[in-house]
């Protein structure tokens, strides 16, 4: 019955370890944040599918200096991008002109820009397979 304990301890050990390494934390500072008021509202996508649609993780964060930082904890292996948007009048959304161009500052990984539209997910992907620290120039558009 001991030996039959022991696997199992084992196996179970090695298994946490072995999660625990494919899983990882993504810091971003995102500077250029000229206005301190409102929030960063921060999306972390998965796929180009769900780019700019459908969020992996979200977070937001209260915009007090002119550098801002939030680590995404638990990040398994694989190809993310991230979109943000700076909320400065703190009305919970992203105000646009002509329902699609913001009128307030955005920043995307690789600081990643678009033509006649939003950024790529191909422009904006990055890998994870460590701990990552990424940095975001936020922009008026």
């Known amino acids: 019955m001991k030996p039959i304990i022991l696997c199992f301890a084992v196996l179970s050990s090695s298994m946490h370890f072995l999660t625990a390494q494919n899983n990882h934390s993504i810091t971003v500072e995102f ?3 000229k206005q301190h008021s409102g929030n960063l509202f ?4 998965d796929s180009e599918t769900n ?8 977070t937001a964060i209260a915009v007090h200096k002119d550098i801002e930082r939030v680590t995404f904890k638990n990040i398994p292996d694989g190809t993310y991008a991230i ?8 009305n919970g959304k ?8 913001p009128k307030e500052p ?3 990984s690789n600081n990643a820009k ?4 939003p950024p790529k997910f191909a422009d ?16 008026k558009p």
């Open 31 to 33: 500077s250029n944040l």
């Open 42 to 45: 921060i999306g972390l996508y």
């Open 51 to 58: 780019f700019l649609k459908h969020r992996f993780r979200e």
């Open 83 to 90: 979109s943000s948007y700076h909320d400065v009048n703190d």
């Open 94 to 101: 992203m105000d646009t002109r002509f329902s699609f161009i």
């Open 106 to 108: 955005v920043g995307t």
């Open 114 to 117: 678009g033509k006649f539209g």
């Open 124 to 139: 904006a992907k990055f890998m994870v397979n460590k701990d990552l620290k990424l940095k975001i120039t936020m922009r």
